[in-house]
């Protein structure tokens, strides 16, 4: 049986970081990660609550067929954060029930 060789692993280059704000909160962020990534490599997993109960919701499938990563971006609710990509100066808040509450 023949083998592939190994081959080194190709090394990711991505630009920069960039500032996006999370309820005012700046936070960094790089080319080509979604909303969703970049909430979660600042350590947040919820940006969202329910609204019968205002229960905390945040990614869940990760390819948006579930909507529970919905949040308000710039100004817009109901973006999915695990779809939508992260642009410096991007101002996202917590979404709270269907987005037009506020």
């Given at each position: ?22 309820d005012g ?71 709270e029930g ?5």
């Amino acid at each position: 049986m023949t083998r592939t060789p190994a081959v080194e692993p190709e090394h990711a280059h991505p630009g920069p970081p960039f500032t996006l704000t999370f309820d005012g909160r700046p936070l960094s962020a790089r080319p080509g990660q979604t909303i969703a990534a970049a909430l979660w490599g600042a350590g947040i997993l919820t940006w969202r609550t329910t609204r019968g109960g205002g229960a905390p919701r945040g990614a869940f499938c990760g390819i948006g067929t579930c909507y529970d990563c919905l949040a308000t971006v710039n100004g817009r609710p109901n973006r999915r954060a695990c779809l939508v990509p992260a642009r410096p100066g991007d101002a996202v808040t917590t979404q709270e029930g269907t987005g037009h509450d506020r």
